[in-house]
């Protein structure tokens, strides 16, 4: 557009400046009919100038037929020719040219769709960004952390009595929760991670503390945001919520072999979500030492979940999960269906549908290394539309009602029971969906749909 401009205006000031030489009548109408049609034919082929100068060129040279006079022809000065004869192209911008320059680069900005965000934010929601950032970095950061240490020889003896301790440590998976600080969970910099979304915790039923319970998280979404805003800190005022309860967020065994990373989630609170590691926290503790009043969080779904997750769309992979049943079973703990509507909406990822090889890969790492690689984007730090960082969508996790379960041993375990409380399960989810869908999903693309 600038090139089109310039040549434009550089036309208009030789036409103003250069000699006009006239033509008799004779041959005017024939030069005039072809200089019309080449006119009206670049008209046709779209290559008119921004700014509107042909079409009064065009009633010019038609009035002038009509009247039959003389057409004038003009030639160019020799002093009209670019200066820069070396070079074939005009310049683009004059040297104070600047502020035209960024309009086109925020043009072209704009046409990429990115976003910028502008400097004038608030100093809240920036530090609410920070939060956001050292989570996401926690483990990038404590790995890069701990080979630095590594580097240095003077660490040296403090790294392998370290390494020591975490291979042979049963912190994860005792239940006795020896390095979970409540200071740490109450820190402010978690109460702007909620705030960042922003997330809002809802209680529908009252929870005794003379229960156990096993929190069933839906939908996975990529990373969990909202299960870690809820339950690993008090960001939404969990204790408040649910007085004399200690809940416990669980994650993948693998996580717990990172070091540092493990020391800063079991601070958390955070435990491995093997089998043990549930049996432990829900029959030690509490008043009698028998797991009242204790409860924990487990994310049905897993990363086979976070591949379905896509804005206004609600796929829970739930119809063969049973696992989580059986262990409420074994340990006696009630379950308590748990929906976060606007978890799957924090990340834009490639859909199985429109990239099902991409998908056939992703399930083969799966099955192979026990873990998945979503694609995906979000925002970044400095604008709205590219980056890793999740979107600032609202997040309601809504708690249900909890499902009792009378405890049973191994063996009196039976599959009609199991599939009882797996169905009543499913069926409070899809009240809580139905009741709530309207209010915190109003954007929805679909209905919520239970997968295999």
Same mark, same amino acid.
């Given at each position: 557009?600038?090139?089109?401009?310039?040549?434009?205006?550089?036309a208009?000031?030789e036409?103003n400046?250069l000699?006009?030489?006239?033509m008799?009548?004779?041959?005017?109408?024939?030069?005039q009919?072809?200089g019309v049609?080449g006119?009206?034919?670049?008209l046709?082929?779209?290559n008119?100038?921004?700014?509107?100068?042909e079409?009064g060129h065009?009633?010019?040279?038609r009035s002038?037929?009509?009247n039959?006079?003389?057409l004038?022809q003009?030639?160019?000065?020799?002093?009209?020719?670019?200066k820069?004869?070396d070079?074939?192209?005009?310049p683009l911008?004059?040297?104070?040219d600047?502020d035209e320059?960024?309009l086109d680069?925020?043009q072209?900005?704009?046409a990429?769709?990115?976003?910028?965000?502008?400097?004038n934010?608030?100093?809240?929601r920036?530090?609410?960004?920070?939060?956001?950032?050292?989570?996401?970095?926690?483990?990038a950061?404590?790995?890069s952390?701990?080979?630095f240490?590594?580097?240095?020889p003077i660490?040296?003896?403090?790294?392998i009595p370290?390494?020591?301790?975490?291979?042979?440590s049963?912190n994860?998976?005792?239940?006795?929760?020896r390095?979970?600080?409540e200071r740490?969970r109450r820190l402010?910099?978690w109460?702007?991670f909620?705030?960042?979304?922003?997330a809002k915790l809802?209680?529908t039923?009252?929870?005794p503390?003379?229960r156990k319970y096993?929190?069933?998280?839906?939908?996975?979404g990529?990373?969990?945001?909202?299960?870690?805003?809820?339950?690993a800190?008090?960001a939404?005022?969990?204790s408040?919520k649910f007085p004399?309860?200690?809940?416990?967020?669980?994650?993948l065994?693998?996580n717990?072999?990172?070091p540092l990373y493990?020391d800063?989630?079991?601070?958390?609170?955070l435990?491995s979500v093997?089998k043990?590691s549930?049996?432990?926290?829900?029959t030690?503790?509490?008043?009698?030492?028998?797991?009242?009043?204790?409860?924990v969080?487990?994310?049905v779904?897993?990363?086979?979940?976070?591949?379905?997750?896509?804005?206004g769309?609600?796929?829970?992979?739930?119809?063969?999960?049973?696992?989580?049943?059986?262990?409420a079973i074994?340990?006696?703990?009630?379950?308590?269906?748990?929906?976060a509507?606007? +978890? %799957?909406d924090?990340? @834009?990822?490639?859909?199985?549908?429109t990239?099902?090889w &991409?998908? /056939?890969?992703?399930?083969?790492v799966?099955r192979t290394?026990?873990?998945t690689l979503p694609?995906?984007h979000g925002?970044?730090?400095f604008?709205?539309?590219?980056?890793?960082?999740?979107?600032?969508r609202?997040l309601?996790?809504v708690v249900g009602?909890?499902i009792?379960?009378?405890?049973?041993?191994?063996?009196?375990? +039976? %599959?009609e029971e199991? @599939?009882?409380l797996?169905?009543?399960y499913?069926?409070? &989810?899809e /009240?809580?969906?139905?009741?709530?869908k309207d209010v915190?999903?109003?954007?929805?693309r679909?209905e919520?749909?239970i997968l295999?």
């Open positions: 557009m600038a090139l089109a401009e310039s040549t434009g205006d550089l208009e000031k036409a400046e000699p006009v030489k006239t008799t009548t004779s041959n005017s109408k024939g030069v009919v072809n049609n006119v009206n034919g670049g046709e082929n779209g008119e100038r921004p700014n509107g100068k079409d065009v009633d010019g040279v002038s037929e009509a039959g006079s003389t004038t003009r030639k160019p000065k020799k002093s009209s020719v670019l820069a004869k070079n074939n192209y005009p911008y004059d040297d104070d600047r320059r960024r680069r925020l072209a900005y704009r990429a769709g990115i976003r910028f965000a502008p400097w934010i608030p100093y809240r920036r530090m609410q960004t920070v939060a956001v950032i050292i989570h996401c970095l926690s483990i950061s404590t790995v952390f701990f080979f240490l590594c580097a240095i660490f040296w003896p403090l790294i370290y390494l020591l301790h975490m291979s042979l049963k994860a998976t005792d239940g006795r929760l390095m979970r600080s740490w402010p910099v109460k702007l909620g705030e960042y979304f922003p809802h209680k039923h009252d929870l503390p003379t096993i929190f069933g998280y839906h939908p996975h990529i990373i969990s945001h909202g299960a870690f805003a809820a339950f800190t008090e939404l005022g969990f408040e004399g309860i200690t809940n416990s967020l669980l994650t065994d693998s717990f072999r990172i493990r800063y989630i079991l601070a958390f609170g435990q093997s043990e549930i049996t432990n926290i829900l030690k503790g509490g008043p009698n030492n028998e797991g009242m009043g204790r409860a969080t487990i994310v779904g897993g990363a086979r979940e976070s591949l379905e997750a896509q804005p769309v609600m796929n829970l992979v739930l119809a063969d999960r049973k696992g989580f049943v059986k262990m074994r340990t006696g703990a009630d379950l308590v269906p748990v929906l509507f606007g +978890e %799957n924090l990340y @834009d990822q490639l859909s199985p549908k990239h099902p &991409l998908h /056939k890969a992703q399930m083969w799966l290394l026990k873990f694609f995906l925002r970044g730090i604008n709205y539309d590219v980056g890793l960082m999740p979107y600032r609202r309601n996790i009602r909890p009792m379960v009378a405890q049973k041993k191994e063996g009196e375990i +039976e %599959n199991v @599939d009882r797996h169905r009543e499913v069926g409070e &989810l /009240k809580m969906w139905e009741r709530y915190f999903a109003g954007r929805r679909g919520m749909n295999k």
